[in-house]
């Protein structure tokens, strides 16, 4: 397949991502599945679902927990939103609605309806991270620790294809403090590799 087909295909695919109505029953505020990437893109951001702020934007990761991840990687926000290097699949693309703790788990009828579709229309992606544990879950079942800690400690085991993250929002924050290994041993080396890939 040419790159012109996979470009044309990779696109119907994306209209018939963002067109998706499988769960609109379940959604409070209804479908906006987000998604973003083109054929030539050389990271892939697996994420959770959006928040309720992406969901009236259309922008993934247009909030506090975007800062935190473009944060996380050293990217500034023109190259994190640069499709042709970036691209971004939530394991929900719609906002799922929000819970006593926080937002809903990401629809389950997502990620085995579109991820192996779409993943093999994104033939440059150097490296690919999973950030959360339902992505972590959905891509990693039987390789996952029991506890978030552990699976972030065991980072190294899932290269060079995967690279675990916990997910950036407020809720990591106390996390963060509890674990300063995360700053001091991971985040230069995914800097180091988002790096690389984008720039290939």
């Not at 699949?89 to 929000?98: D, E, L």
Request: aromatic content about 8%.
């Amino acid at each position: 397949m040419s790159d012109t087909e996979k470009t044309k295909d990779l696109r119907q695919l994306l209209a018939e991502i963002r067109a998706c109505k499988a769960c609109a029953a379940d959604l409070p505020l209804g479908p906006h599945p987000i998604v973003r990437g083109a054929a030539s893109a050389q990271l892939l951001i697996i994420s959770q679902a959006p928040g309720k702020r992406v969901h009236q934007t259309g922008l993934s990761f247009d909030d506090k927990s975007g800062e935190r991840l473009r944060c996380w990687l050293g990217l500034d926000r023109g190259t994190f939103y640069d499709e042709t290097r970036v691209a971004i699949a939530p394991i929900g693309f719609c906002y799922p609605g929000s819970g006593k703790g926080g937002d809903l788990p990401p629809r389950p009828e997502c990620a085995p309806l579109w991820h192996a579709r779409l993943r093999a229309l994104l033939p440059a992606i150097e490296l690919t991270l999973l950030v959360g544990r339902y992505a972590i879950a959905y891509y990693l079942p039987a390789r996952r620790a029991s506890k978030m800690r552990q699976t972030i400690e065991c980072w190294r085991d899932f290269l060079p294809e995967f690279f675990v993250l916990p997910h950036p929002s407020w809720h990591t924050t106390r996390w963060l403090r509890d674990n300063p290994w995360f700053d001091s041993e991971v985040l230069p080396e995914l800097r180091a590799r988002a790096a690389a890939a984008i720039s290939r």
